[in-house]
Nanobody, 116 residues
Framework: QVQLVESGGGLVQSGGSLRLSCAAS????????MNWYRQIPGKERELVAG????????TYAGSVKGRFTISRDNAENTVYLQMNNLKFEDTAVYYC?????????WGQGTQVTVSS
């Protein structure tokens, strides 16, 4: 059974930093790309960043490029999202996700709140 557990969210001032973690279990973590999404109430979930299975390739939404960094530790079955220079508009619930055979699995999410 796939489990994804996010942590590291919180309240931070504009310009601050947070590091999110997602601990994965129940599947061959090192064989799958991983993604971070975020969602604001009333809006669709947005893809923030993605990383290949080996960690050698990453992609970012334009709104976070240059400020966020996704990384992974396959030995620890964990994916990270380092968020720097946070802005008020980054406020959202952040989710990690894995897609296996067209099935998406999600964690419970972690709230990030940026005060202006």
């Amino acid at each position: 059974q796939v489990q994804l557990v996010e942590s590291g969210g919180g309240l931070v001032q504009s310009g601050g930093s947070l590091r999110l973690s997602c601990a994965a279990s129940g599947f061959a973590f090192g064989s799958y790309p991983m993604n971070w999404y975020r969602q604001i109430p009333g809006k669709e979930r947005e893809l923030v960043a993605g990383i290949s299975s080996g960690g050698d390739s990453t992609t970012y939404a334009g709104s976070v490029k240059g400020r966020f960094t996704i990384s992974r530790d396959n030995a620890e079955n964990t994916v990270y999202l380092q968020m720097n220079n946070l802005k008020f508009e980054d406020t959202a619930v952040y989710y990690c996700s894995v897609r296996r055979a067209s099935v998406f699995s999600w964690g419970q999410g972690t709230q990030v709140t940026v005060s202006s």
